[in-house]
């Protein structure tokens, strides 16, 4: 439905708005729009508006044009300054390649192997995993796995424990029909996983 302001002391001028929802930011679309010619009026310009956008107006979720303009970049290309906040995963595509990074955190990991990352396995040709499992101590440790289209084949390297004994007990690489995971063990319960990936697609 769509909602409008009227200008006190300028009659024949009314503008309406809708209000829309992009990439999960509210925005409002506004409308000018001339009803009459009388542009005589001496008095101020002041909006009014009705109940139905009282609340509206100043909702925290909607956002200025210029705040839209520093969300989103052009589709051509531009420039963030600042921190870029990634929820799931960054895709980078070129020629026709792409390279896809995300990360992963698995809580409650015990003695018993638990998936910790997956990735989808069509095209793909590399996955390069940082790793770092936690409870009482700290464990961390790099994994590479190239994946020809059948079967994957991978390596741990760069273990580095901060104590005597390793959070680590063991690490595997799993397939499906579709997709490709990487599984963990502890030595011990209660340890939390945190999991950096980057794959590499043809």
Do not use: W
Not at 39 to 63: C, H, M, Q, T, W
Not at 74 to 101: A, F, H, K, M, V
Not at 169 to 182: A, H, P, R
């Amino acid at each position: 439905m769509g909602r409008f302001f009227n200008f006190k002391g300028l009659s024949g001028i009314r503008v309406s708005f809708e209000p829309e929802v992009v990439d999960g930011n509210q925005l409002l679309t506004y409308n000018f729009s001339l009803t009459g010619n009388q542009f005589n009026e001496p008095n101020p310009i002041y909006l009014s508006a009705g109940n139905d956008v009282s609340l509206l107006r100043n909702d925290k979720n909607f956002i200025t044009t210029g705040d839209a303009d520093n969300r989103f970049l052009e589709r051509s290309g531009g420039t963030i300054e600042g921190s870029l906040n990634i929820q799931d995963t960054l895709s980078i595509e070129r020629e026709g390649y792409r390279i896809e990074q995300k990360s992963f955190i698995t809580e409650n990991i015990g003695t018993s192997t638990a998936k910790v990352a997956v990735f989808n396995r069509t095209n793909l040709k590399l996955i390069k995993y940082l790793l770092t499992i936690f409870g009482s101590g700290s464990t961390s440790c790099e994994v590479l796995v190239t994946h020809n289209g059948t079967s994957v084949s991978g390596t741990v390297y760069g273990i580095v424990d901060a104590q005597d004994e390793s959070e680590l007990d063991d690490i595997n690489i799993s397939l499906s029909n579709d997709e490709v995971f990487l599984n963990i063990s502890s030595t011990d319960e209660g340890r939390t996983a945190i999991i950096k990936a980057e794959a590499i697609y043809s």
